[in-house]
């Protein structure tokens, strides 16, 4: 299975972090220094998101021994939007945010391209190694990640370690149903938190806001909405206070159930700031027992353009001893 980019005592990994909108590839240190790195879109093209993620690959290892000929690595850790066969790193299933990804074999496809070790999954369960390493999550043995962006993903850290279930499933917190009467979500279920909380679902609702109000609302992203938000007008309140009140639901039943030390929250929507932090911390206060809230903090995610990439690298390191 090795090849000549193979050395097990290589300082360096590859990263490969697959989201709904941009795939991220990168020369990662255990130290998380960030040697070269890649970034395309996922879907452009029509080119299958696995062969995109493996074009990713081969031209970031074309950059690098362009500067160094004998370059080598421990292996590839990928972390990618979709629900993955943990052992297998088979895309078990993919919503439509990646149309024709579900079923992909990505542990076999990057195996046999570039004869490395390879580990896959879920992108949010590899941000989460991040933040145990670097981040908020540092020395906390149980915490959450949520990161809300295109979609909406999570991850479950118990006793120093991530849940995966019983194939790799767990952590899914954007499908858990924060409203058991709301909207149809893309996985099948009704009300899910990331019908609410994603960038996607924030700039969505603001339009139909606009249209129904008769304004004009094309060109209304996520940025736009927090912006209008900070500035105090009242449509866009609306909107993020429902996504805070969605959100807080969903921490609070988190709290409830994992009793955790720390949630961390990244992704687009938490560039909404300290407004947003402020007002979730207020939320989550007024539906979480109080004996659960002395434990827990409200966090940030580590900050860096390469967060997810790293974690994804950092697979090889976590995971040394399963070959
Ligand atoms: C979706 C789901 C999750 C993913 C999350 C965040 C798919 C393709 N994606 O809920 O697996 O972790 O989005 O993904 O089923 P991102 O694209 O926002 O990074
Ligand atoms: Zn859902």
Same mark, same amino acid.
């Given at each position: &299975?090795?090849?000549?980019? #193979?050395?097990?005592?290589?300082? #360096? ?13 990168? !020369? ?8 070269? @790195? *890649? ?12 062969? %995109? ?7 970031? $290892?074309?950059?690098?021994? $362009? =500067? ?7 292996? !590839? ?19 439509? $945010? ?7 074999? $990505?542990?076999?496809? &990057? ?21 145990? %390493? ?21 991850? !479950? ?14 952590? =899914? ?22 019908? #609410?909380? @994603? ?6 609702? &603001? ?5 129904? =109000? ?8 996520? %940025?736009?909405?927090?912006? %209008? ?7 866009? @309140? ?12 969903? *921490? ?30 207020? =939320?989550?206060?007024?539906?979480? &027992?109080? @004996? ?9 995610? #580590? ?21």
């Amino acid at each position: &299975m090795k090849s000549g980019w #193979y050395d097990a005592q290589s300082a #360096y990994a590859i990263g490969v972090d697959i989201g709904g909108t941009k795939i991220n590839a990168g !020369i990662v240190s255990e130290s998380g220094e960030v040697l070269h @790195s *890649i970034s395309l879109s996922t879907l452009a093209g029509q080119t299958h998101t696995g062969n %995109r993620a493996m074009e990713a690959v081969q031209s970031l $290892l074309k950059k690098v021994v $362009l =500067e160094q000929p004998d370059f080598r690595v421990r292996g !590839i850790g990928v972390g990618s939007a979709g629900q993955i066969e943990w052992t297998s790193g088979q895309i078990r299933f993919s919503s439509d $945010l990646i149309p024709g990804y579900q079923g992909t074999q $990505l542990k076999r496809l &990057m195996e046999e391209r570039f004869h490395l070790p390879v580990h896959v999954d879920n992108d949010v369960n590899v941000l989460a190694l991040t933040e145990k %390493r670097f981040g908020a999550g540092k020395g906390i043995d149980h915490f959450i990640c949520l990161a809300l962006g295109t979609g909406v993903g999570g991850a !479950i850290v118990v006793e120093g370690r991530l849940v995966h279930g019983a194939w790799g499933g767990a952590g =899914e917190i954007g499908h858990m149903s924060v409203n058991f009467q709301g909207p149809l979500c893309i996985c099948g279920g009704k009300g899910c938190l990331e019908q #609410y909380a @994603s960038g996607t679902s924030i700039a969505r609702r &603001m339009r139909e806001k606009l249209v129904s =109000e008769g304004l004009p609302a094309e060109d209304v992203d996520t %940025r736009e909405v927090f912006a %209008r938000w900070h500035a105090g007008e009242p449509l866009a @309140s609306t909107i993020m206070e429902e996504t805070i009140a969605a959100l807080g639901t969903g *921490i609070a039943s988190l709290i409830h159930t994992f009793n955790p030390g720390l949630i961390v929250i990244g992704g687009g929507v938490a560039e909404a700031g300290e407004l947003l932090f402020d007002r979730l911390r207020q =939320e989550v206060r007024s539906r979480t &027992m109080a @004996s659960m809230l002395d434990a827990v903090r409200i966090e940030p995610a #580590y900050k860096g353009n390469w967060s997810g990439m790293i974690g994804a690298a950092l697979q090889i390191w976590e995971y040394a001893d399963k070959g």
